[in-house]
């Protein structure tokens, strides 16, 4: 798919004219995913805004990224109205398998345990970024400025101010709100001096695409190892993304294998249930962590995706936080305008971290509890989480709870979702 043509229709003589006191309802720094979809949030709104992204190609792009699109995000997407753009890019996955090594229980999740025709989604990082970008070109209250990079930020009572460097020239632009859309590392969180806690965990990701012999009949599997997780994500044109989770040197050695070393390997710990796997294209590694910041919100800012957390990969739930985090903030932020208050007040932004913060930190406990759990050898630990893998093959109602907080079904839904 071609990279789209982003319009360049930032003005000098936007800045500094409007007898408001300010130019941009709120400006978002960050023009990836989660950044597009809260820009997206606002179509037909009367709220103007700014969306300022440094690169006009993203790394996860170069990478290839492909990620678990889960029911909720899909219904967002569906309230947006880019859905239908999206869908045909994506596969759909109709079951997932979990399982714990070589032990023989293995709980399915199907589409029949909550009645629905989807579990949920794989797409790759372009898949969503593309139309995401297209439907922003079309927001008429939405200007996206690319490449440009914030060189300062200024806060006060009424307003906030951005430095931007856009083509070698500085402009200065004022708005009721900014919204720290800029990935784990947020300059623009540093530079307000919020702080994050956290760890970086003992384990590396690798990430790579297969294609296998037999078709992937729109499963997905997960598979607990005593090294980490090990996932397998069915993609279009019966392709596969691989997630492979392990300690940071056994990674960097599995990665270090030619092709025939690595396909063996991935057999041997995946099985040969599609059989044989061809591997398509490099593999990529990177280093897991948790991180929570201690707040997402203070006078006219406001923190969603992961500037404001990042969790473990197991089960594909880090986009799925950040898209729920656009859908909850452009809410709060649309029903505060239409009450007439200040968008950029901090008792309205409160709202959106009351909501987010604690949804947020139950999934990331959630991962890295079975992360923890999981990886790990030790008998007493090894029997409670069979036990538990036995239980939910048994008992319906935990089965449904556990899949319902997996795929986003439990906790607050956005009005996005309900439309």
Request: charged residues 25%.
């Amino acid at each position: 798919m071609a990279q789209a043509q982003l319009p360049q229709t930032f003005s000098p003589n936007q800045v500094a004219t409007d007898k408001r006191g300010y130019d941009y309802d709120l400006i978002i720094v960050g023009g990836g995913i989660i950044g597009l979809t809260l820009a997206s949030a606002f179509k037909n709104s009367e709220l103007s805004v700014l969306l300022i992204e440094a690169k006009a190609e993203s790394a996860a792009v170069a990478k290839g990224q492909a990620y678990a699109v889960h029911m909720l995000s899909a219904l967002i997407y569906q309230g947006i109205g880019v859905w239908d753009k999206i869908l045909p890019q994506i596969e759909v996955y109709r079951r997932v398998r979990l399982s714990d090594a070589d032990h023989p229980d293995v709980v399915e999740f199907t589409t029949a345990d909550i009645n629905k025709q989807d579990l949920g989604y794989v797409a790759e990082h372009q898949a969503l970024l593309y139309p995401l970008r297209e439907f922003v070109k079309d927001c008429q209250n939405v200007t996206y400025l690319c490449p440009a990079e914030v060189v300062s930020t200024c806060y006060y009572q009424d307003i906030v101010t951005i430095d931007i460097k856009v083509a070698g020239e500085m402009r200065t632009v004022r708005s009721k709100l900014l919204v720290a859309a800029d990935g784990s590392r947020s300059p623009i969180r540093q530079a307000a001096g919020i702080k994050t806690h956290g760890w970086k965990y003992w384990q590396s990701c690798i990430v790579a695409f297969v294609k296998p012999e037999k078709p992937h009949n729109h499963t997905a599997y997960e598979k607990f190892w005593s090294s980490g997780p090990f996932a397998i994500l069915p993609l279009p044109g019966n392709r596969c993304r691989i997630v492979w989770t392990a300690p940071h040197e056994e990674a960097k050695a599995l990665c270090a294998l030619d092709d025939e070393q690595f396909l063996k390997e991935l057999t041997r710990r995946f099985g040969n249930q599609m059989g044989k796997l061809e591997l398509l294209g490099d593999r990529f590694i990177f280093q897991v962590q948790l991180m929570q910041s201690d707040r997402y919100a203070k006078h006219r800012l406001a923190l969603v995706g992961d500037a404001a957390h990042n969790c473990h990969p197991v089960g594909g739930q880090g986009l799925n936080l950040g898209i729920r985090d656009a859908a909850a903030l452009a809410q709060v932020i649309q029903q505060a305008h239409q009450a007439g208050e200040d968008i950029g007040d901090i008792k309205i932004l409160k709202r959106y971290e009351r909501w987010r913060k604690r949804e947020n930190l139950t999934i990331l406990g959630f991962t890295d509890l079975l992360d923890r759990m999981f990886s790990n050898t030790f008998l007493p630990i090894m029997v409670v989480r069979r036990s538990g893998l036995w239980a939910m093959q048994r008992l319906p109602i935990l089965k449904i709870y556990t899949l319902k907080l997996m795929i986003g079904l439990k906790g607050r839904t956005p009005e996005l979702a309900r439309r």
